[in-house]
T-cell receptor, first 116, second 114 residues
């Protein structure tokens, strides 16, 4: 069982608020990812990190930002939430070494964000 | 460039019937392929993965998938559906190079009728 955690699980917040979605993993994985997923839809990669102090934008443009100060922690921040940010946000991690294991991603339970 | 296509956004089967979820991929390099399952309000859970060691891959919960290079397919099957199998299923292919990134299909919703 993968040990990757996300908090909060559900968040309802008003427009203009600053929010941080937390993601932590205890597996020592170097690679971490953030996906955005609308209900019943595919996953879109919005951020990823190969290690401490390494962050890059994903395929889908996002107004959110991320940081990676510690290996186990990969928080996502929205400076000013808007209704268009309403979605589910999934965090994942994978190992650095090994082509197959390095591509097996383990997911957290997700944060469902609603911006009013 | 790699891509994944899941045929059928919704599949409905009766309890006890065969489950077949279709996935076709496109890859210029030998692919690594994955099936994930997502239950409502949950993250994705790995069902199985193709590592090139064997073309028939067995996963959790009685699921298996067969890699067919000639058909560029990686269909997911289960001989007998259970009500608890109702969920969203995603096929994914790893991107070339050891980037760790995956390309996901659009997902297939499996409905199991009593």
């Amino acid at each position: 069982e993968a040990d990757i955690y996300q908090t909060p699980r559900y968040l309802v917040i008003g427009t203009g608020k600053k929010i941080t979605l937390e993601c932590s993993q205890t597996m020592g994985h170097d690679k971490m990812y953030w996906y955005q997923q609308d209900p019943g839809m595919e996953l879109h990669l919005i951020h990823y990190s190969y290690g401490v102090n390494s962050t890059e934008k994903g395929d889908l443009s996002s107004e959110s930002t991320v940081s990676r100060i510690r290996t186990e922690h990969f928080p996502l921040t929205l400076e000013s939430a808007r209704p268009s940010h309403t979605s589910q946000y999934l965090c994942a991690s994978s190992e650095m070494g090994g082509e197959v294991d390095g591509n097996t991603q383990y997911f957290g339970p997700g944060t469902r964000l609603t911006v009013l | 460039a790699q891509s994944v296509t899941q045929l059928g956004s919704h599949v409905s089967v009766s309890e006890g019937a065969l489950v077949l979820l279709r996935c076709n991929y496109s890859s210029s390099v030998p692919p690594y392929l994955f099936w994930y399952v997502q239950y409502p309000n949950q993250g994705l859970q790995l069902l199985l993965k193709y590592t090139s060691a064997a073309t028939l891959v067995k996963g959790i919960n009685g699921f298996e998938a067969e890699f067919k290079k000639s058909e560029t397919s990686f269909h997911l099957t289960k001989p007998s559906a259970h009500m608890s199998d109702a969920a969203e299923y995603f096929c994914a292919v790893s991107r070339s190079g050891n980037t760790g990134k995956l390309i996901f299909g659009q997902g297939t919703t499996l409905q199991v009728k009593p």
